[in-house]
């Protein structure tokens, strides 16, 4: 008989394969289980200790709180405010329930979450919001720092004896020797770079910042924080002034990847310890967002942990997470991209504990999963383009299933259109503010708005917003008045003299010009488009130019572009000088409309200088009227945040930073689900 | 036999070079700045691009002239090494594939990643198409001519003809909507709860539950029909010529002459002769399949090596692209390599000495 492999032994083998491979998994499975098992005697281990030691404080004799303390507060009073304010009223609710899982879906792939390093994309930090803290948050609603891992602070400003020491200082020449010992020099290998930086640094002399940095200078402004007594990282070991000090050291050592977050502490000298409990801040220069630079622009790291991991393994490591918040990784140390990424209550945490049992992040990409997550009650939270919200609110079920919100948020910025004034050298038809006025007065965006945005946007009247109080509330954004516009270009002295449709300068140029948007989106190339009608009664041509990103970025960088329509985001009290101080024309900087008017450097740097929260903002004021009457930028709309939240969560409240629960923050988590709606086991 | 494999593989050397060097001149005359400050994109704050840029000129020698980026990649990947290696042996040292500039991950870990998740789907999909084609092919030869043949032949080039990422959101839409009928999943290769889930399919206290190798095959079946769809056609019409070419042969007639039945003639001698053009098509179906996943993998969001290539490819994140490009070409050099050897185990009228 012949011995072929037939099909017969092809299924045998097959089938052979199978069953050995179901074996090896149960295998694996058994292993899986057991390492829950351990885990879990050592936590019940962990958890009989303390016991004894908690009965034998209590036999010590221990004291209790005073009523004063209890009032109210849950203990968490400050002189500054009270961190929990918010979730202490939602759990005074009569439904309050703690429990239930919060899913969300940012449409990326997490590819690191322990704090720091290059890859610093928004949703990341999200991650990383709830899990680590900082030593205040801004209050949604009116925007006040209260106080989280600080208690108190104190902001001493040093600036006249600042001041006296700069100047003494400024009367000494600057040497090429120290100028090529400065950080941002050229390397070596680059001559020319070299010499054009010497030649520059020369003219401008010694800077504020840099005389700052010397150690004997006196700092400009010193903050002292007081600290938060009992609290704990989430392997229960205690927070004090050690860590402050540690998480600043940190950022600023050399051999830990963290190069923006070093960009943001640039202005801070030192961080000190005062005590165990207290630490003092030292700036190199008066700014005056310290307090914001100070307390919400560093992340706690637990000293013990990130110290004993080193630099080059904290590098290389994704997942090492040991923070003070509310939520934790389940194991501080072993989460690696691609693991789903979920978030469990921390229940040792110091503070009121988070309303949900687990923050769940999927990582969906593409609109159309998400929206079908959405419909499928998968997916608790959807942000979406405006085009989509008035597709789905269309959708009766969905309406009915969830709640939707359209909010402005004081940080979420605003689109414009930039006119460059001056290329290759020469001014272009631009740097005449009557030019730019009339840009402006051409350009519906009433209409830019309803249209492009569905409504769901706001004029934007300046780069300050409404919400916070820096903008004027009696400057009026231009109005949509080609008329107007038309007048003001004959009074500038342009005119159609040629009779071909198009009218010239007064130097003879045609007012025609490149309009350039990025490419690859329909939605920048209709804008685009919108525009060119815009400004086409008036008898300008701009004709749009689709620009690949990396060559957009690389054209502003060499002021190559006539005019460009982008958007920025901000902060909560924004501050000007990288995009329309002079200083910032040179080096490649974010003036790249080389945008230079002495009123406005001298309203910057008066306003970055202004200690005084009242002061301050008029000065503001005052800029935003100069800004207003140049024009440097059409700035367009603030677009609004529209999202869907599912209906069974409540205490869901529009605020000035989007939604009451901003993801942005390191801050307490108001959302809850009552008992009888929640949908996830534990 | 053995010297042509030899021949082959050491041929296989320039032809790498050759085309990662095309690739990285490519990447690297193209204007614009590599990476994460693209990555960022509008969310960065204006003070943070220049720290980054210095930093990232810095790390990677972005500022130095093309052609030594591109020997200092080479230099990194190839496993000799001048002088001694790190483990003390002499010119030889583990290839290293880099750094990802935006993702700040190992390529290695990267691709390690990614690489099972894109071939899972194409190994699922490969037999798919194989089997279901050529059982379509052999059906349409036979009868030739009939509505079988005709209506098979229309049908098909209609499923080839329907965009893929049309069907991919319809089937998410229609198939995997609780409003709708919900079928399958609509995303992703496993189950939301799916860490906590058992291997096997079980009866728990809580019921019924799937266990995660069910799970993920719940998962997979709309990605690879997706995948599979369009190449029945060409497989199908590929397998119905071979065959019909066959049939009309010398020795099938002698076959039926002498008694042999019908499905035996069919299966067993007809099959095994037509094999050939099969085979030139599934060595070269393995690249396509890796690379043309991409529109898949974007639709039901699947980290695999389509996307991981495009996006690296949009932020021209060059260690990336080119060790993609480097597994590829391999891959591929490989799957045409397996190609010539089965033609000669298959036909042994094909030698290579």
Known sequence: MENRFGLKDLILVILLLGVIGVLFLSMVQNDRQYVVLQRIDSTLRQQQTEMADLRRAIARGVAVATTQQQAGGGGYDSPKGNPFEHLLAAEAQPDFARGDWLVENFGVKFQRLTPLGTVSDLYTMWVQARMFEQLCYRDPFTLKFVPLLATDWEIKDNTAAWQTYVDQRKKVPLTEAEILKEDSAPAADKADERKAYVERRLKEGRRDGDIGAEPECPPAIDVVLQLRHGVTFSDGSPFSADDVVFSFDWIMNKKVQAPRERSYLQRIKSVTKL????????????????????????????????????PDKFNETPGLCMGTGPYMMKDPTSWKPGQKLELVRNEQYWGERGPFDRLVFNEVEGESAEIVLLRNGQLDRLRCSPDQYVELLKDKNLVARTRHFEVNSVDGGYTFVAWNQKRNGKPTLFADKRVRNAMTLLCDRERMGRQFYKGYATVAKSMFSDLSGQSDPNIKALPYDPERAKAILKEAGFADRDGDGV??????????????????????????????????????VAEPDATDWNIMMKNLDSRNFDCITMAWSADIEDDPYQIFHSDQIADAGDNFISYSN????????????????????????????????????????????????????????????GLNYNLKQEMPVPWYVPAAKQKYAR | MLSYIIRRLLLAIPTLIGMTAVVFFIMALSPGRPSAILAAGLQLKPQEREALKRYYDER?????????????????????????????????????????????????????????????????????????????????????????????????????????????????????????????????????????????????????????????????????????????????????????????????????????GER?????????????????????????????SIVVETIFSVSGMGKLGIDSIFYKDSEVVLAIALVAGILGLIAN?????????????????
């Open chain 1, 275 to 310: 005590n165990d409990f207290a630490v003092s801040m030292k700036f190199k220069e008066p700014y005056f967002a310290a307090l914001s630079v100070a307390t919400t622009n560093m992340q706690i790291m637990s000293k013990r942990f990130y110290e004993a991991i080193g």
């Open chain 1, 503 to 540: 009218i010239e300068s007064p130097d003879g140029r045609p007012f025609r010009f490149k309009l350039t948007f990025k490419s690859g989106d329909d939605f920048s190339k209709k804008l685009a488009l919108f525009l060119k009608d815009s400004y086409a009664p008036a008898g300008i």
């Open chain 1, 598 to 657: 002495p009123e406005t450097d001298r309203l910057i740097d008066l306003g970055r200088r202004t200690l005084d929260d009242k002061k301050r903002l008029e000065i503001w004021h005052q800029l935003e009227k100069v800004i207003t009457d140049d024009q440097p930028y059409t700035f367009c709309l603030e677009r609004k945040s529209l999202s869907f939240i599912d209906a069974r969560i409540a205490n869901v409240k529009p605020s000035k930073l």
């Open chain 2, 60 to 260: 990677y020698g972005l500022d130095k002239p093309i052609v030594v980026q591109y020997f200092r990649w080479m230099k990194k990947i190839s496993p000799i090494q001048i002088g001694p290696g790190p483990l003390g042996w002499p010119w030889f040292k583990a290839p290293d594939l880099g750094h990802s500039m935006i993702r700040d991950r190992r390529v290695s870990d990267l691709i390690k990643e990614s690489l099972p998740v894109t071939l899972l789907l194409d190994v699922m999909a490969l037999p798919l198409i194989y089997s279901t084609s050529i059982w379509l092919g052999l059906k349409a030869a036979r009868h030739r001519g009939e509505i079988v043949d005709v209506g098979m032949g229309t049908v098909l080039l209609a499923l080839w003809s329907f965009p893929v990422i049309l069907a991919g959101l319809l089937l998410q839409g229609y198939l995997a909507n609780k409003d709708m009928l919900y079928w399958f999943p609509p995303a992703e290769l496993h189950d939301m709860q799916a860490g906590g889930m058992t291997f096997l399919p079980h009866h728990g206290a809580a019921g019924w539950e799937r266990g995660w190798l069910v799970d993920t095959a719940w998962h997979l079946v709309l990605p690879v029909i997706c995948l599979a769809y369009g190449q029945f056609a060409f497989v199908s019409k590929l397998s119905r010529g071979a065959v019909l070419e066959n049939i009309g042969a010398d020795y099938v007639r002698t076959a039926r002459a002498k008694g042999v």
């Open chain 2, 264 to 292: 035996s003639v069919l299966y067993r001698h007809v099959f095994r002769n037509s094999l050939i053009p099969l085979i030139t098509f599934a060595a070269q179906l393995l690249p396509a399949l890796i690379g043309g």
């Open chain 2, 337 to 353: 390599l397996a190609g010539d050897i089965l033609y000669a185990v298959v036909d042994p009228r094909v030698a290579y000495d």
